[in-house]
């Protein structure tokens, strides 16, 4: 069976700037892969690559044996158009650090907008969806609230709802706990924790180390554009073999 | 168990006489200016009360409404069209939406006008084909450009070169992280402008646009340029002309912008409300620190708690 996401040398310049250096990443299905590293190492450049809102500059990527964004026509490469980008995105949900939430919508509104405009899902299935997921990050009591009128740590779980009810089979979290009030973290990362267990495929980038040991399966540690070291939390975070992350784990923890 | 209800603070405010002085005053003057008004004959009120009906200047006001939504209607559609070019890749799109609101803006609207009027002199027959091609239909300007469509014409491409800039503003107001988190959903520019982009951006839209439509209500006056005679400046000019009374119907004249003015002030009202909504508690719109209706007791708590912040496009690290 394939692999749900590979990336296989992958670069990025943003202009001059050489930001990925060659990256290679595997992740299984029903995977948890975390990304951890210093700031400005990358993670968010390489998993904006994962769903194509950055296009890499060298090397492939795959997801769910797809290769993204391009299309190999007798050895030669063609950009796919907007149409099959958005098809390919389609099964790809996303969760960012500032939530982005639509903030004219209610919270149902926020998570039926996918469906009924790019999967033209009838309305009233839709909201059935839309309540189904909200209930599932616990805010069946704030489907018709504005963004404004919700917490950090709520309005995040209502992004994570958006994203699951285009029923995806990757995940992509980057920080998402970065911007909320410590008090409010764990109702997010518990919301997460549970997606795991669920068999979700997903790709986080964080802090949480904690999270990490916990739910991880695998270990990413970027720093400088590469992948410095990878594998299980306890090899990793524990025991790591290079320098460069003993280092960061030794300001981190 | 219920808590004793505390003493509510029952306390006499500052005393402040200089703001009842000052209102005072203020009332004395508005009341000799009313009087001033009503009371002075060369106002010639039942000259005003008697022309308020008159057919013909119901009919300018008619014409002027029509002018004012047919330009402003023109205008607004230029305008998306030009902002969303702007914005766009396509280098040549871009171009020939500056160069639109570099020259109709850079040009009185006036000489527009009596530029469009003079369309069917300049060029007497109007034909669709390719350039130095064949040609597919051809026909008399006059038929097709006669001066109500010069008018419109003239005061709508003028109109669409100042939206542009006010739609573009609006457009770029809207955080980049709502165009991420559309397109990682799956949804195309189109959508994604329709449904998320243009909809947030109504906010910054429309009170300038409202703007735009109360001066346009008094532009099209400038029609006379074109020359289109029938809207409500040149009636009410004519009739005072002719009667040897212009003040009277200066004054009708100004009673009907004012109403019509005042129509659609409440419309915009309301547009800004249905745009608003889900903003209502920006500090920058909210005002006075009341929470807003519909919110629920917790929610109240959490805000005033100081620890959430309510503006959900919040910059948080870049
Ligand atoms: N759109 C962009 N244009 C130019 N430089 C960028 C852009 N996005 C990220 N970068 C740069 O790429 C580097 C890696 O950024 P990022 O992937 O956000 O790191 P991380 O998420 O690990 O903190 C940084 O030096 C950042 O300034
Ligand atoms: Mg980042």
């Given amino acids: 069976m394939t692999a749900m996401v590979q990336a296989k040398g992958v670069h990025k310049f943003f202009g001059d700037l050489h930001v990925l250096k060659g990256v290679d990443l595997t992740v299984g299905r029903g995977e948890v892969c975390v990304i951890l590293g210093p700031s400005g190492s990358g993670k968010s450049t390489l998993i904006r690559c994962i769903n194509e809102l950055e296009q890499i500059s060298a090397g492939r990527m795959f997801v769910d044996g797809e290769l993204m964004g391009l299309r190999e026509v007798g050895g030669r490469l063609h950009r796919l158009n907007d149409q099959e980008i958005a098809r390919q995105r389609a099964k790809i949900g996303m969760v960012f650090q500032r939530f982005n939430l639509f903030p004219h919508m209610t919270a149902l509104e926020n998570v039926m907008e996918a469906p009924r405009q790019v999967r033209r899902v009838p309305r009233a299935d839709a909201e059935r969806v839309a309540r189904d997921q909200l209930a599932r990050v616990g805010l069946s009591d704030r489907a018709d609230h504005y963004p404004a009128q919700l917490s950090g740590g709520q309005q995040q779980r209502v992004a994570i709802a958006r994203a699951l009810a285009m029923e995806p089979e990757l995940m992509l979290f980057d920080e998402p706990t970065s911007a909320l009030d410590p008090e409010l973290v764990g109702e997010v990362l518990g919301v997460m924790q549970e997606l795991a267990a669920s068999g979700m495929t997903m790709i986080v980038v964080t802090h949480e180390v904690g999270f990490a040991r916990e739910v991880a399966d695998q270990v990413v540690f970027m720093d400088d554009g590469v992948v410095v070291e990878r594998g299980t939390p306890g090899k990793v975070i524990d025991a790591p073999q290079q320098q460069r992350t003993r280092d960061f784990f030794a300001k981190v923890l | ?318």
Avoid: C
Wanted: net charge positive; charged share 15%.
């Fill in chain 2, 1 to 318: 168990m219920r808590q004793p209800t505390p003493e509510l603070i029952r306390a006499r405010p500052v005393p402040r006489p200089s703001l009842w002085l000052w209102a005072g005053i203020v009332l004395v003057l508005v009341a000799m200016l009313v009087h001033g008004l009503l009371t002075n004959p060369n106002y010639r009120w039942d000259v005003v009360a008697q022309h308020l009906l008159d057919p013909r200047i119901i009919s300018g006001l008619g014409w002027t409404l029509l002018l004012t939504v047919g330009a402003m209607a023109l205008g607004i559609t230029l305008a998306v069209t030009t902002a969303i070019m702007r914005m766009g890749t396509n280098p040549i799109l871009r171009g020939v939406a500056w160069a639109y609101i570099w020259f109709f803006r850079g040009t009185p609207v006036y000489t527009q006008l009596v530029f469009w009027g003079l369309l069917p002199v300049l060029y007497p027959r109007l034909s669709l084909g390719i350039p130095f091609g064949p040609e597919w239909l051809e026909f008399s300007t006059q038929d097709v450009i006669n001066a109500g469509v010069a008018a419109v014409l003239g005061l709508g491409l003028n109109e669409g070169a100042y939206l542009s800039e006010i739609v573009r503003s609006g457009l770029n107001s809207v955080d980049k992280g709502q165009w991420e988190a559309a397109t990682a959903l799956g949804m195309r520019r189109g959508t994604t402008l329709r449904r998320i982009v243009i909809p947030q951006a109504m906010r910054v839209i429309v009170p300038p646009t409202g703007n735009e439509t109360i001066s346009m209500l008094k532009t099209t006056s400038l029609v006379l340029a074109v020359p289109f005679s029938l809207e409500l400046t040149f009636v009410t000019n004519a009739i005072g002309n002719k009667n040897f009374l212009p003040v009277p119907l200066l004054i009708v004249a100004a009673i009907y912008y004012l109403v019509v003015t005042s129509i659609l002030m409440v419309g915009q009202h309301h547009l800004e409300a249905y745009y608003g909504r889900g903003f209502d508690t920006d500090q920058t719109t909210g005002g006075g620190g009341r929470p807003p209706k519909g919110m629920s007791k917790r929610q109240q708590a959490i805000l005033a708690a100081g620890t959430v912040h309510a503006d959900p496009n919040l910059e948080v690290t870049p």
